[in-house]
């Protein structure tokens, strides 16, 4: 194989892996796949004809963008979401997010809850996640959500063998987010991926 | 587009996606990319002829495995590693974990510190991520590493800035991984998506 024909593959390779060349192969191939968001979009998020969002899957295989904990000897024993929250954002909106600083709309967030597992390590002292506890998700969607504050709607999943669920009211978690979140409610300032993700303002 | 094709392309994109459909795409492709590795094996730990480790790239967008933190105020100020680690493994090597429950030759684990930005939020009290502080890597290598613990070898760059650096001696890292890490001198116990991720024996 001749250098340049090595190189080019290398390169690539890197753009498949990173999500780049997908998202832009899919404009030409996969436009049609799902009419409700816009051409060329691939979705990640998925509704049953009741308006249910389809629990997600391969989620652990997105983009990681932060984990905050809220410990139980931290919150009395009874945090709002024990404990550590990990967070991922679907590949394609992340690429958005890098081309523009925006949210596209059919973005996926999904918040799994893992449990500490230890407090302390050879490491140090600290929190260290233990086990799977559940998953929360939250999809904004300018059509479907057309009502909902910034058109977020927030979905929390009894167990992990939920096949769909309905959104929450939005006191339960909107009007939080709305307050408190950073940008286009969702915690940014808690997420290092994002902000450094984000690009420069032309 | 027929339905038959619309399916299939969501398959294959999914796959993609997942990284799996690269991984064996490079085998045919692009085997003689890096000869230090098996055949068909794409590689991200790259060595510069020095043997130092270039300073991994887009490790954000690699698979996330698990997120401890070992905060200042539970370590007298002053922990080993301030203080969140973010820590990802190679998507090819995650592929080889999610078949085989081995890391296979040519891992790459990356851990990412990250500073505590807050203690308290909308969420409950804990601990949320800051600042990037810096990053450090593990490479396994059965060749390049033949006479270290289990053939892993430890590097910790000086700043984001670093282009590359020569592998810690033995006592500084992998004396403790290897005594305390549940698995082949991972700390497997800390990271729920590897421990998931792991095939069943059968």
């Not at 506890?133 to 910034?150: E, H, M, Q, W, Y």
């Given at each position: 194989?001749?250098?340049?024909?090595?190189?080019?593959?290398?390169?690539?390779?890197?753009?498949?892996?990173?999500?780049?060349l997908?998202?832009?192969?899919?404009?030409?191939?996969?436009?049609?796949?799902?009419?409700?968001?816009?051409?060329?979009?691939?979705t990640?998020?998925?509704?049953?004809?009741?308006?249910q969002?389809?629990?997600?899957?391969?989620?652990?295989?997105?983009?990681?963008?932060?984990?905050?904990?809220?410990?139980?000897?931290?919150?009395?024993?009874?945090?709002?979401?024990?404990?550590?929250?990990?967070?991922?954002?679907?590949?394609?909106?992340?690429?958005?997010?890098?081309?523009?600083?925006?949210?596209?709309?059919?973005?996926?967030?999904?918040k799994?809850l893992?449990?500490?597992?230890?407090?302390?390590?050879?490491?140090?002292?600290?929190y260290?996640?233990?086990e799977?506890?559940?998953?929360?998700?939250?999809?904004?969607?300018?059509?479907?959500?057309?009502?909902?504050p910034?058109?977020?709607?927030?979905?929390?999943?009894?167990?992990?063998?939920?096949?769909?669920?309905?959104?929450?009211?939005?006191?339960?978690?909107?009007?939080c987010?709305?307050?408190?979140?950073?940008?286009?409610?969702?915690?940014?300032?808690?997420?290092p991926?994002?902000?450094?993700?984000?690009?420069?303002?032309?």
């Amino acid at each position: 194989m001749s250098q340049f024909k090595r190189t080019l593959l290398g390169r690539l390779t890197s753009l498949l892996l990173s999500g780049l060349l997908v998202g832009q192969a899919i404009t030409v191939t996969a436009g049609q796949q799902d009419d409700r968001y816009e051409p060329g979009r691939i979705t990640y998020a998925h509704f049953n004809k009741d308006g249910q969002l389809l629990i997600p899957r391969n989620y652990r295989e997105w983009i990681f963008i932060g984990a905050p904990v809220t410990p139980k000897d931290m919150n009395d024993g009874n945090p709002a979401f024990p404990e550590f929250h990990n967070v991922y954002i679907d590949p394609v909106s992340w690429a958005h997010w890098k081309q523009t600083g925006k949210f596209r709309d059919g973005t996926i967030i999904v918040k799994e809850l893992v449990s500490v597992g230890a407090e302390e390590a050879a490491s140090g002292n600290g929190y260290f996640q233990g086990e799977y506890l559940g998953i929360a998700a939250t999809v904004k969607d300018s059509k479907r959500f057309a009502d909902r504050p910034n058109n977020w709607a927030y979905f929390g999943y009894d167990s992990y063998e939920s096949k769909s669920t309905a959104p929450q009211p939005d006191e339960s978690c909107n009007t939080c987010h709305k307050e408190n979140a950073a940008e286009d409610n969702v915690f940014v300032q808690y997420y290092p991926v994002l902000r450094a993700g984000k690009p420069e303002k032309k």
